[in-house]
Structure formats: C-alpha cells, structure tokens
C-alpha cells in the first residue's frame, strides 16, 4: 500500500469549486475509489451536539446519506466512520445502515485509517475520505479522494481536492457517494432495482 508524503500545501488541490457535478479530475479520482470513511460531526450531521439528561445526546441525520450509504455498500463499495467523539447515537446509526468500519473516540485518524486499509488490503489512491475540520486534515492529505463539505473550516477547503455543492449533514455524502458511483460505471446497478 503506498501512501504520499503529507505536507500543509495545497498541491493544486481544486478546492474552491462549487457546481453541482463534480469537476473532471475529481470524477477522474473518484474511478478508483473502494472505500469511503468520513468524520460523523460536520459531515453526516451539521455539527451540532445537543446533550440532554444525564449522558444522552442527539444528533440529526440525513435520510438521503443514509440511503446512499446502503445503495453504495450493495454495490461493493466499503463504507464507514472515524470520528473523534464517542456516541451512542452515532453508534446506533451506523449500526442501522450496515457499516461494519465504526471507529469512535479517534484522535489520531491516519493512525487509525492506516490500520483500516492495511486489514482492507486498499491503498490511500483508492480512499476518499470526507472530514471538515483540521483534525481530518492528515488523513484529506493522504487519500486518492479528498473531499470536503461547504461549510468546513477554511483550512480544510483549501487543501481538499472537491468541496461539495451541500453543507454537512445535508445531503453531502450522498452527492459524494453518487459521484463515486457514476464515477466507476455503477449508475446503471445503482438504479436497477428502483426502476423495476
């Protein structure tokens, strides 16, 4: 598995464009993509945290990521979570949609997404990875897709190869995963089912 030498300059990373289709290098990138891990607060949520009693929290979630994140999965494509806090609504959530890579409590991403890939036996050329704050930049800097959404923190925007159309938990990880989709030919599998 080989793995790019990091560093904080951009190296011509496309990062302000926002269209709704992704621009050529990106769908270009996106062709070799086999797994997709993202960060939960900012990406599948829109970063709040609401505590309630005693140790509860809630987090709102997009159904349009959810379904995307089943439809991907079923086309072969590995999909899961690192994150840095710890959640049983995160849990509860990834648990509803399949995922089988549920990492909380990380604060060493790369670390951990190394780890992810060496077990998978994929290289960081066939990751994308979707974060939006400057804890997920070293893993953004490493990944073949590196994507972030249009409210991420302005660092991050500068270094990310896409920033999406839609702010966290919105509907960003679906416009990511359907590009990965139509990306690699999967459009037609993807759409099968539903126009049956």
Known sequence: MSARKHSAAPRGRPSRR????????VRRRARHVR???????????????????GNGEAKSF?????IG??????LGLEVGIVTGRRSEAV???????????IHQKVWDKLKRVRTILRRKKIAFEELCFIGDDIVDLPVL??????VAPADAHPEVLK?????TRQPGGRGMVREVLDTVIKAR??????MEPFLR
């Open 159 to 163: 270094r990310v190869h896409w920033v």
């Open 69 to 74: 994140m089943r439809v991907a999965q079923n």
């Open 18 to 25: 926002r269209t709704g289709t992704a621009p050529a290098e």
């Open 35 to 53: 797994m997709v891990l993202m960060d939960c607060d900012g990406v599948m949520t829109d970063g709040s945290i609401m505590l309630l009693g």
């Open 62 to 66: 997009d159904s349009k990521d959810g």
């Open 141 to 146: 800097l490493q990944a073949g897709l590196a």
């Open 185 to 190: 030919g999967l459009q037609d599998k993807f």
């Open 91 to 101: 849990r509860r959530r990834a648990r509803e949609l399949g995922l089988r890579e």
